[in-house]
């Protein structure tokens, strides 16, 4: 594909859009699927997986926290370039339909695949509640297009904006009364909003896994998960799963 924009926002967080490098549209893609990318100019063997963070015919977007070698490496990426990538991947969130009160939860990178989820949602009828939880202020340019589809709460854990402290506080979560919640974000975060709403509360709930992958494609078992009904593989199984089948 061939890079159409690279944004680098404040916070280290890089917003990238992919164009099909031929005439061909890109195929349809649900929220919550994710992508493999061959990161060429780190020079690693293995794709990366990231998640859809919107997706037109004409365009593929990503948010990537650059943390690695290939991550870092696509900060680097400028328009014209050409990336390799499969798309999509995986098994996306459920989508409710209206009426239906849906809070969506997203820790650091783990809000990429929300934006996307919350545009299909608006096309349903609904409006959700979305806290975004972050070690420092976010970029303006993230919060307004995360706030084009969602009622949006921004916690900090240094309090430089919004809510200080962690999303599992924020009232929206612990006062907010829903019908659905969709949760993507560092494992320990995810495991605590899994007890707290498995032991407080009646939501039909989902969580996106990101555990780490190589193949992609359901073929070398390393990003295998204990589940309810035994080991899944997060890559083709998931990575979205409903609460019910986490033993966390
Ligand atoms: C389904 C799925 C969706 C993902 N979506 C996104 C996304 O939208 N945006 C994004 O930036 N990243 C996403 N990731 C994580 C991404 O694929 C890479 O793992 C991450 O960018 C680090 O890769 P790297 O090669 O740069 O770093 P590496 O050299 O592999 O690792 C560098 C450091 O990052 C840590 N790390 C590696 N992988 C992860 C991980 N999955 N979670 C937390 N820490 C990790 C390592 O322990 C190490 O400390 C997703 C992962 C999965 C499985
Ligand atoms: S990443 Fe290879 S089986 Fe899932």
């Known amino acids: 594909m061939r890079v159409g924009f690279v944004r680098r926002l404040r916070g280290g967080n890089v917003h990238i859009g992919l164009h099909p490098a031929d005439a061909n549209a890109l195929p349809p893609m649900q929220p919550g699927q994710f992508v493999e990318v061959a990161v060429d100019k780190a020079k690693v063997l293995l794709n ?12 593929l977007e990503l948010l990537v926290k650059p943390l690695g070698r290939a991550s870092a490496a696509i900060a680097d990426y400028e328009e ?66 995360l706030s084009r589809h ?20 924020h009232p929206a979560v612990t006062q907010g009364e829903y019908d659905y919640a969709k949760i993507c974000g560092p494992e320990k975060m995810m ?26 494609l ?7 998960e204990n589940t309810t009904t035994g080991n899944r593989c997060v890559c083709t199984d998931g990575p979205v799963f409903n609460l019910t089948e986490l033993p966390w």
């Open 48 to 59: 990366r997986p990231f998640s859809i963070f919107n997706s037109s015919p004409e365009c």
């Open 80 to 145: 014209g370039d050409t990336l390799r990538v499969i798309a999509p991947l995986g098994r996306g969130f459920s989508l409710p339909e209206a009426p239906a009160r849906v809070l969506l939860v997203g820790g650091g990178v783990g809000v990429a695949p929300m934006y996307y989820l919350a545009r299909a949602l608006n096309e349903r009828g609904i409006r959700p509640v979305l806290v975004y939880g972050e070690r420092t202020a976010p970029d303006p340019a993230l919060k307004e297009l």
């Open 150 to 169: 969602a009622e949006l709460h921004i916690c900090t854990d240094d309090g430089s904006e919004g809510f200080h402290g962690f999303v599992i506080d």
């Open 191 to 216: 495991k605590f909003m899994h007890n707290y709403i498995a032991t407080n509360k009646n939501w039909d709930t989902e969580f996106s896994l990101e555990n780490k992958m190589a193949c992609g």
């Open 218 to 224: 359901g073929a070398c078992l390393c990003c295998v």
